[in-house]
């Protein structure tokens, strides 16, 4: 499967984004989703994960409250809505597909090329 991502941008603290990954390929929907971002100098991190069927959700203990995954089966597409940004959240966003939604970015078979987030202060 093939994502592309989008939605990222410049959000004042406080503000909110919604991202996008759009798939490609039949097979969407058997396949759980990820999200994950990395800012510079640091390791890719876990944000969130979704179910392929999308009735579990799991979240890092840094977003839950303010980050919701969803996602549309029949559009091919996994969001991140993300309220109340830090500047701590500012990193490269990605989207992942894999067989089950985990925190191990080794879990994912197939990532997308990321989106920006940029929060000020």
């Known amino acids: 499967v093939q994502l592309q991502a989008s939605g990222g941008g410049l959000v004042q603290a406080g503000g909110s984004l919604r991202l996008s990954c759009a798939a490609s390929g039949r097979t969407f929907n058997s396949y759980a989703m990820g999200w994950f971002r990395q800012a510079p100098g640091k390791e890719r991190e876990f944000v969130a994960a979704i179910s392929y069927s999308g009735g579990v959700t799991y979240y890092a203990d840094s977003v839950k409250g303010r980050f919701t995954i969803s996602r549309d089966n029949a559009k091919n597409t996994v969001f991140l809505q993300m309220i109340s940004l830090k500047p701590e959240d500012t990193a490269v966003y990605y989207c992942?597909?894999?067989?089950?939604?985990?925190?191990?970015?080794?879990?994912?078979?197939?990532w997308g090329q990321g989106t920006q987030v940029t929060v000020s202060s």
């Open positions: 992942a597909a894999g067989s089950r939604p985990r925190s191990s970015p080794s879990e994912y078979i197939s």
